[in-house]
């Protein structure tokens, strides 16, 4: 028995940016560890197909919408960590806005992403296509992430290496695509 509130065809249009697409046949929002461990054991009895469905930007959902479970993360921590007179280490919840977090790292002081301003998304697709722009990019200023397997449900740390970054590429759409839920990015920041 799960204490989530898995919802039943729910609309997936406000969800994206293009505001189009039918239901999803199971939705739920994820704010912790458990909740995605509770929503994937449900996909898994359910025999449901999963997809993790962040702030929208880069996907169109068809009017027939999608026949399993979207997870939906709504986590949104953020906080710093001192690492040196002259970096800050900057932890991120996946859900958070990515536009947000910048915003966050400049009025904080903190430099190394502010030329990814006005990117869409959550903070955890930044990592999925290693997101760029004017020079910087993602995988620059990344320390590591915290991930849980969908098949385990293990929560894992990866390190930047792990990740093989590459131009708007990275395992979680390429070698590893669906292997992985991103839960927390951690930055490593200049003062």
């Known amino acids: 028995m799960t204490h989530l509130e898995i919802k039943r065809d729910e609309p997936l249009n406000p969800f994206t940016t293009f505001k189009v697409g039918g239901p999803a046949k199971f939705f739920v929002n994820a704010a912790t560890p458990n909740d995605f461990l509770e929503a994937l ?7 449901l197909p999963i ?3 962040g702030g929208g930007s880069n996907i169109l959902v068809s009017d027939s919408g999608f026949p399993g479970l979207v997870i939906h993360p709504v986590q949104r921590g953020i ?3 001192t ?3 002259e970096k800050v280490i900057l932890r991120i919840e996946a ?3 990515w536009d947000e977090v910048v915003r966050y790292a400049v009025e904080k002081g903190l430099w ?6 006005h990117i869409p998304g959550q903070a955890g697709a930044a990592l999925v296509q290693n997101i760029g722009a004017y020079g910087q990019q993602i995988s620059d200023v990344l320390e590591g992430a915290a991930v849980m397997e969908v098949r385990t449900g293990e929560v894992r740390k990866l390190s930047t290496r792990d990740c093989r970054f590459g131009y708007r590429q990275s395992i979680f759409n390429s070698s590893s695509k669906n292997e992985f839920i ?3 990015l951690e930055l490593l920041l200049d003062r």
């Open 41 to 47: 054991r449900f996909a898994r009895e359910e025999r």
């Open 51 to 53: 997809f993790v469905l």
């Open 79 to 81: 906080a710093t960590d």
């Open 83 to 85: 690492a040196g007179s």
């Open 95 to 97: 859900g958070r806005t």
């Open 112 to 117: 190394g992403i502010e030329n990814l301003s």
């Open 182 to 184: 991103i839960l927390q």
